[in-house]
T-cell receptor, first 113, second 115 residues
């Protein structure tokens, strides 16, 4: 079955540690995205990538980093510079065209202890 | 003014009721309109997709777009407890250019259908 796989589903980290969230898709989509979701805040775009080896900052990129070495993969690193990293992180993908609908993964819940 | 406004609720209705969810927007360039459903601790899933103005029906769900009023709606008939979720509207323009294919989301409306 085609889809988007995020891992891990739940993650705990201590303050000062970097952590990497995995996102893999087998939908042959061009574009991939990372969103952060907090209660009452809706979805906020962290980074997006239209093609391999290229990515752009979204609205809240500070404290995060990404890479896009393969079409299928778009990992997100939450660095120690991120002031408030506890959140629900969603990866999505789409064909990069007007009206391209997003397909989401199941999400990763990060808690900083 | 935010580009997309959506009442966060929560909205609580009895089973069998007709539910009306809506979003308003300010960007007249939006041409594609979507509704996503998100269950608790899950990723959003696409529920309805419409292009430009008009109505679209799929089972118990009807999506309406009124571009003249910059207003979109999602109606749920004969609501069921399994419809309890957060509903997010999303929209995007039709023109090309860097970043223009981004979806703009509403903040979501939390719906509870009480048996």
């Amino acid at each position: 079955d085609g889809g988007i796989t995020q891992s891990p589903k739940y993650l705990f980290r201590k303050e000062g540690q970097n952590v990497t969230l995995s996102c893999e898709q087998n939908l042959n989509h061009d574009a991939m995205y990372w969103y952060r979701q907090d209660p009452g805040q809706g979805l906020r775009l962290i980074y997006y990538s239209q093609i391999v080896n290229d990515f752009q900052k979204g609205d809240i990129a500070e404290g995060y980093s990404v890479s896009r070495e393969k079409k299928e993969s778009f990992p997100l690193t939450v660095t120690s510079a991120q002031k408030n990293p506890t959140a629900f992180y969603l990866c999505a993908s789409s064909f990069y065209r007007a009206g391209g609908e997003l397909f989401f993964g199941e999400g990763s819940r990060l808690t900083v202890l | 003014q935010k580009e997309v406004e959506q009442d966060p609720g929560p909205l609580s209705v009895p089973e069998g009721a007709i539910v009306s969810l809506n979003c308003t927007y300010s960007n007249s360039a939006f041409q594609y309109f979507m509704w996503y459903r998100q269950y608790s601790r899950k990723g959003p899933e696409l529920l309805m997709y419409t292009y430009s103005s008009g109505n679209k029906e799929d089972g118990r769900f009807t999506a309406q777009v009124d571009k003249s009023s910059k207003y979109i709606s999602l109606f749920i008939r004969d609501s069921q407890p399994s419809d309890s979720a957060t509903y997010l509207c999303a929209m995007s323009p039709a023109y090309s250019g860097a970043g223009s294919y981004q979806l703009t989301f509403g903040k979501g409306t939390k719906l509870s259908v009480i048996p």
